[in-house]
């Protein structure tokens, strides 16, 4: 289990604040968390030496870019082994579209998200990651995004 890096408040104060905008200065951020400059890059830094903080990110709009499917796939091994799993992480690591996969308990062993440019696309990847590999893939293809962001709820 990974270590939990202690947080005080101010420190939730800064990551609050650059989930939302992540291209803040440093100083306008010192202001708004009450610190000067200086103290306040310092925790930033320190934030990011600690892996909490683990990059900076754009957030597109897939649709004006020419993203207009989103799926979510359960992946059934036949095989369910360590070698097995390995395999395919390391097959799905190879395809952009796929933007998270997660390994799972339960009814199937992972959950893909794909984001791609259409129905055929889709079609077409998934005939790719199954070539001569054993699994089954049962799609859910996302009619509307009702809730979408990377924030993460920081507890108290």
């Known amino acids: 289990m990974t270590k939990v ?4 408040k101010i420190d939730k104060r800064i990551l609050d ?3 939302k905008n992540s291209k803040l200065t440093n100083a306008k ?6 610190l000067s400059a200086a103290p306040t890059l310092e925790r930033v830094k320190k934030l990011e ?10 957030r597109l709009d897939r649709k ?22 390995e395999k395919f992480v390391e097959s799905v690591l190879t395809f952009p579209e796929i933007v998270s996969c997660y390994y799972l308990t339960g009814m ?3 959950l893909i998200k794909v ?15 199954n070539k001569g590999k054993g699994f089954s893939i049962q799609t859910l293809v996302v009619i509307d995004v009702k809730k979408q962001g990377e924030e993460l709820f920081i507890p108290k």
């Open 64 to 85: 004006k870019i020419g993203l207009h499917v989103i799926t979510l796939a359960l992946v059934s091994l036949k095989e369910q082994n360590r070698v097995e799993s």
């Open 49 to 58: 030496q600690a892996g909490v903080i683990t990059g900076y990110h754009a």
């Open 115 to 129: 984001v791609i440019t259409d129905f055929a696309a889709y079609e077409d990847l998934i005939g790719k990651i």
């Open 17 to 19: 604040i650059l989930q």
């Open 29 to 34: 951020l010192a202001q708004m968390i009450g």
């Open 5 to 8: 890096f202690k947080l005080d």
């Open 108 to 110: 199937a062993d992972f």
